[in-house]
């Protein structure tokens, strides 16, 4: 009995050290390429790519992220990213798709999301081939389209974007399109909620630059009107629709074709020189709870338009209209506030209606030319909002779009922060330079004491891009701040952006995945620097049964993949195994299990 005891406590020891593998390993997922010179009969691995990019998503799982090398990929069919093939991602395992850092990769083909938990970055897409999250059998949720380009032509059923699910976040996109024949929009949201469109730059639709409708509504006839609600609509830049307006929510254009829409947030967008309206806010259906707060109008032919049958608690406030036409207009609406709002003399609020706590007078933006809506030190702005929820500065909330602080966020097109090896590496694009004295580079441990690690001068040019690298940082959480020199001897900061660093050791081994298996696993190092690598496979006896690898390696991640087989391309039998990396006189030995 004690022999049948130990062997149980054995076979359950086992058991629950095979669950902690897996479970590691879940926690984790794995990093596969994909390059034009590739093969889909490589292991897809940095020296073996994979060649197309719906391959790579065939053969990949839930954590893991997919890097696209630059190229045009003219894939034969669509890219269509399905729940039902498993193809997806899960909650804290997000499935990525996005292009090489610093490369260009183009998509010949439109990408068809129906799946959760899936960010598709970084591509360049063109005329007419478009990113589309869609609900074929069941709602999709958790899906990010996230610094994508897009270019060209698109038509009013393929805008660039086309959006329906929940929990997802359309953000750092920039379409620069060009008008056609029908109405082609920018962005749509069709369906679901708790969605944010966040940071884009649209430009050049015929239609609307963003639109919150449902393109599709005539399939839903006699079935259930869709509703859209929780929707957020902040920092964009929504520019130069040749026929239409910048903004719509709009719930339908007739009784039996109509929407629910609930809680739509339109803050801190830029909306400029767009045909009709800046925004409209109109429908059938039932639209709720609208609130157009800190945004900036400027030269459009009309500025917000609120017309509909059932639209009830519409606020707008704190917002610039700057040498548009009619700035409001506001018909068949139920509850509605109207409150410091800034207006360009000799505009006027609208046709019959008040803004108690109206500002008149020239904003006085920076450069309103090179679309820079930020504001000067003696603007009419300056703390004469109400406060509705976001951060300010000062003695009140500025009107607008831009808290204006004397920071170098005014100036600044972009600030990011990326670790690449073992560094932290800062780029930057100012808007306006030629007043700079240059830019010192703060860094911070706790977000309150910085200190300065290094200075960065002018450039030539406007606009024109900067870089600063940082290789003394440690495993930690770092803030990092630009202080801006002037001319004439003022400063400015930026906002503070942050980063954690998980720097990489000079050598380092990681478990395989999976763990255990039955045809084949995948190990992955990392070095330090270039070395001669020796990584081989041993029975548990210690006789050599596979050499993975053996030779000369450049320094960074490396990933090979044993088949369970030795030398001589035998199977060997399913058994416990070892795996050793020697470099140098670094060693380190993991274990696996193979079971058939």
């Keep these: 009995m004690k022999l049948i005891n130990n062997r149980l406590a054995g076979t ?56 696209v090398r630059g190229g045009n990929y003219p894939e034969q069919d669509e890219i269509w990213i399905q729940n039902s093939l498993s193809q997806g991602g899960a909650p804290r395992k997000w499935k990525t798709i996005k292009a090489f850092p610093g490369e260009i990769a183009k998509i010949s083909q439109r990408i068809l999301v129906d799946a959760d938990y899936v960010r598709i970055e970084g591509f360049y897409l063109s005329d007419g081939n478009a990113i589309i999250v869609w609900e074929e059998d069941s709602p999709t949720s958790h899906v990010q389209i996230l610094n994508n380009h897009f270019s060209g032509r698109y038509n009013v059923y393929a805008g660039a974007i086309d959006f329906k699910g929940s929990f997802g976040l359309i953000q750092g996109n920039r379409l620069e399109l060009e008008p056609t024949t029908t109405n082609d929009h920018g962005i749509y949201v069709m369906s679901g909620s708790h969605n944010i469109v966040r940071n884009n730059y649209i430009s050049g639709t015929m239609g609307y630059g963003i639109h919150v409708y449902d393109e599709n509504k005539y399939q839903y006839l006699g079935q259930y009107n869709p509703k859209i609600k929780n929707i957020i609509i902040e920092n964009n830049l929504v520019k130069a629709s040749h026929a239409r307006s910048g ?15 609930d809680s739509v947030l339109i803050r801190n967008n830029v909306v400029i020189k767009n045909a009709q309206n800046a925004i409209v806010v109109n429908g059938y259906g039932k639209i709720r709870n609208a609130n157009i707060y800190n945004n900036v109008f400027y030269e459009n032919s009309k500025g917000i338009l609120v017309d509909g049958v059932d639209v009830d608690s519409i606020a707008i406030i704190n917002n610039i209209f700057a040498k548009n036409g009619k700035n409001i207009s506001i018909e068949n609406v139920s509850h509605f506030v109207i409150s ?96 700079f004295a240059g830019f010192e ?68 081994l990681e478990q395989n995945y999976p763990n255990p298996f039955n045809s084949r696993t995948k190990i992955k190092f990392s070095i330090g620097h270039s070395a001669w690598v020796d990584l081989k496979i041993y029975a548990p006896s210690g006789q050599s049964v596979k050499t993975l690898m053996k030779g000369h390696q450049a320094s960074g991640q490396k990933a090979v993949f044993w088949d369970g087989t030795d030398d001589k391309d035998n199977n060997v039998a399913s058994g416990l195994y070892l795996y050793a990396l020697r470099v140098g006189n670094f060693t380190k030995t993991k274990k696996m299990l193979l079971l058939r």
């Design 12 to 67: 359950y020891l086992l058991y629950i050290s095979v669950l902690i593998l897996l479970g590691i390993q879940m926690l984790s997922g794995a990093a596969y390429y994909v390059a034009l010179n590739g093969s889909d009969d490589n292991d897809g691995s940095v020296n073996a790519p994979w060649k197309t990019i719906m391959y790579s998503i065939q053969n990949s799982g839930p954590g893991d992220t997919i890097l």
């Design 247 to 261: 903004i719509i929510v709009s719930a339908g254009e007739s009784n039996s074709l109509a929407i629910e829409i």
């Design 340 to 435: 410091h709002n800034l207006y360009w003399r000799p505009e006027s609020v609208g046709s019959g209606l008040s803004d108690d706590y109206a500002v008149l007078g020239d904003p006085l933006f920076v450069s309103p030319d090179k679309e820079n809506f930020h504001l000067r030190k003696r603007s009419p702005a300056i703390d004469k909002g109400i406060f509705v929820g976001l951060p300010f500065e000062g003695k009140g909330p500025d009107i607008g779009a831009f808290e204006y602080s004397g920071a170098l966020a005014t100036e600044l097109m972009f600030f990011n922060a990326q670790q690449k090896n073992n560094q932290v590496v800062l780029t930057w694009q100012a808007a306006l330079e030629y007043y």
């Design 441 to 508: 580079v703060e860094r911070s441990l706790d977000n309150v004491n910085f200190i300065k690690v290094g200075y960065i001068p002018p450039g030539q040019s406007a606009p024109q891009q900067y870089r600063f690298v940082d290789n003394t940082v440690k495993n930690s959480l770092y803030y990092y701040r630009l202080k801006l020199l002037l001319a004439n001897g003022d400063t400015r900061y930026s906002s503070v952006i942050k980063i954690k660093i998980s720097k990489v050791s000079d050598f380092n």
